[in-house]
């Protein structure tokens, strides 16, 4: 885990989320890059390039003034900023700088709306792109990921590789990796196969039966109290809502720990 990138939003708490990041890349010795989205519209292109040089220079002094508030414990944080999409700009860095290993961000950028716990931007970080995320609430500090919880409703994984981040912080931090399967309507006996290398690295698995994979987290989650929670990617899986519409409310999902979510492509 050597690439972390850190999408910055407009909110003055944005240092907090890379604070936790810093302390995170601080046992991996990773390099952060800190990203900022802007988009540029006028008539004439003079204009255009005038105003993307300004604008992309008081982003990257805005983002100076962040990274400035935040300990930086010896990690080296480089400063990247991109006109166009979210999404593009992701691309782009990703492959620029040869492979984004994770994504460390606050579930939404602004608090306009607090019942929300995945704002616009943060699901469609989720929804178009295959770059584990680390969802971390906004004032979360760091702590070693001592336990781990991992919810799905089907065990089965085309590639071992998709564990590679859990894999990586359970060794890094000698983690208890708990499974949870939770069986929801429609699910078949091929669901209930899990993946061996999904056991190799767990110490218990317990089975439930929930109308959603959300609703068997929340059931197992007060007396299991984990450090964080991670959960799969899947169009039909733990945050399938994203595939109707970018926001995640409150009252459809919350974590009060960070949020690992590993993708399965092509399921």
Not at 110 to 133: A, F, H, Q, V, W
């Amino acid at each position: 885990m050597k690439n972390i990138l850190v999408p910055i939003g407009t909110s003055p708490e944005s240092y907090k989320t890379l604070q936790y990041a810093v302390d995170f890349a601080k046992n991996f010795d990773a390099t952060i890059y800190v990203m900022e989205i802007f988009n540029v519209i006028s008539a004439g292109a003079g204009s255009l390039a005038n105003a993307t040089e300004k604008i992309e220079k008081n982003n990257r002094e805005q983002l100076l003034e962040i990274v400035n508030k935040v300990d930086k414990k010896g990690i080296d944080i480089k400063i990247v900023t991109y006109q166009g999409t979210i999404i593009e700009g992701l691309k782009k860095i990703d492959k620029q700088y040869l492979g984004i290993d994770l994504i460390i961000m606050a579930p939404r950028s602004n608090d306009i709306n607090e019942g929300t716990y995945l704002g616009n931007t943060s699901g469609k970080i989720i929804k178009r792109t295959d770059i584990p995320t680390l969802i971390v609430p906004k004032e979360y500090q760091f702590k070693p990921v001592t336990t781990i919880l991992t919810a799905f409703k089907s065990g089965v994984l085309k590639r071992k590789r998709i564990l590679n981040p859990l894999i990586t912080i359970k060794k890094k931090f000698n983690s208890n990796v708990s499974l949870l399967l939770v069986k929801t309507p429609g699910y078949t006996d091929d669901d209930l196969g899990v993946n061996s290398a999904l056991l190799d690295i767990s110490s218990k698995m317990t089975i439930t039966e929930n109308v959603t994979t959300y609703l068997g987290v929340l059931e197992h989650f007060r007396t299991k109290e984990p450090d964080m929670l991670c959960v799969f990617r899947r169009k039909r899986g733990f945050f399938k809502k994203l595939w109707e519409k970018n926001t995640i409310s409150k009252s459809e999902f919350y974590a009060p720990v960070p949020v690992l979510v590993l993708s399965v492509k092509k399921d």
